[in-house]
C-alpha cells in the first residue's frame, strides 16, 4: 500500500502551483535515508534497496547515510552499487570519514549530471553536508539537484536553521529562472522553524500532507522531504507517496511526481 496526498492538497497544489504551459517536463523524484542499507533485521541489502528504488523509476534520488569504501560495509562502494541495480547513475558525496572510508550522502539519476560537488554545512553535531548537481532535464534545460541530511539531534532547530540558511543562500546563486529540487532528511517535522522558512521563502512542499515516513515499521514523525524552487517555471506536483516499505532501512522512501512548465 502506497499512502498518497490527499485530494484536497493535491488540487490545491495544482491551483496555487501551476497553469498550462507550452513546454513542459516530468519528474519522478525520490528521497531515502538508507541507513546504509541495513534493515531492521540487521542485515546489509543492497539490491533490496536497489530494488525499492527501481520499482519507482525515479529520474532523481538523493540518498543519506551511505557508506563508502567503510569497513562496516565490506569495502563497498555503495552508490554505485545502488546505481547499477537501479540502472542509474550514481555520485557520493563524503560528510565524514568513517571505519576505513567515507560516509555521507548520494546522488542517483536517469538525466546527465555535471558540475557535482559536495559543500560542507556549519557544524552543528555530527558534520554535515550537501551533495549538489547540474542536471540537464529533457524539454527545460539546466535544472539543479540538492541532496542534503541535517542535524539528527531534534532539539538543535537553530543548528539545523544554520544549516539550511548554508543552503538557501547556495540556492540563491544559481539563476533564479532555473529550477532547483532540494531532497534529504531534514530531521524535522512539518510545524518545525525549519520548514516554515522553506515555505515562507517560497519553496513548494512537494511532500505536504503526506504520512509519516520515520521510523519505518510504525512511522510517528514526517522528517524526509521534498522541496522545489520553480525559477521561471509553474510546478504541478501531480502525485506524492511515502512507499510502505517497512523493514529495508529504518525509514520509508518518499516519493513525488512533479510537472515543470512554461
Not at 547556495?170 to 539563476?175: E, I, N, R, Y
Request: glycine residues 8%; contains cysteine.
Amino acid at each position: 500500500m502506497i499512502r498518497r496526498l490527499s485530494s484536497l492538497f493535491l488540487l490545491a497544489s495544482l491551483s496555487a502551483c501551476s497553469s498550462a504551459g507550452k513546454i513542459h517536463s516530468e519528474l519522478r523524484l525520490m528521497t531515502y535515508n538508507m541507513h546504509h542499507g541495513e534493515g531492521l533485521d540487521q542485515r546489509i541489502d543492497l539490491p533490496r534497496i536497489a530494488a525499492i528504488i527501481d520499482v519507482q523509476k525515479p529520474d532523481l534520488v538523493a540518498l543519506q547515510e551511505v557508506d563508502q569504501s567503510t569497513r562496516r560495509s565490506q569495502g563497498v562502494d555503495q552508490a554505485s552499487v545502488l546505481a547499477a541495480g537501479a540502472k542509474l547513475q550514481g555520485h557520493f558525496g563524503k560528510s565524514i570519514d568513517f571505519a576505513g572510508g567515507g560516509y555521507g550522502n548520494a546522488i542517483l539519476s536517469s538525466l546527465p549530471c555535471q558540475a557535482v560537488s559536495v559543500h560542507a554545512l556549519p557544524l552543528s553535531g555530527e558534520a554535515r553536508s550537501f551533495l549538489y548537481s547540474r542536471v540537464e532535464v529533457p524539454e527545460i534545460g539546466r535544472a539543479h539537484l540538492i541532496a542534503t541530511h541535517l542535524d539528527s539531534d531534534w532539539k538543535s532547530h537553530a543548528g539545523r536553521l544554520k544549516q539550511l540558511k548554508a543552503i538557501l543562500d547556495f540556492a540563491a546563486t544559481l539563476p533564479s529562472t532555473e529550477a532547483v529540487i532540494l531532497m534529504g532528511d531534514f530531521n524535522a517535522t512539518p510545524d518545525a522553524a525549519e520548514i516554515r522558512q522553506m515555505v515562507n521563502v517560497g519553496w513548494i512542499d512537494a511532500t505536504h500532507g503526506l504520512a509519516a515516513s520515520f521510523p519505518a515499521d510504525a512511522p510517528k514523525e514526517r522528517i524526509d522531504y521534498i522541496f522545489i524552487r520553480p525559477g521561471a517555471f509553474t510546478c504541478r506536483v501531480l502525485d506524492a507517496s511515502v512507499i510502505d516499505e517497512r523493514g529495508a532501512s529504518d525509514h520509508r522512501p518518499v516519493f513525488a511526481r512533479i510537472q515543470l512548465s512554461r
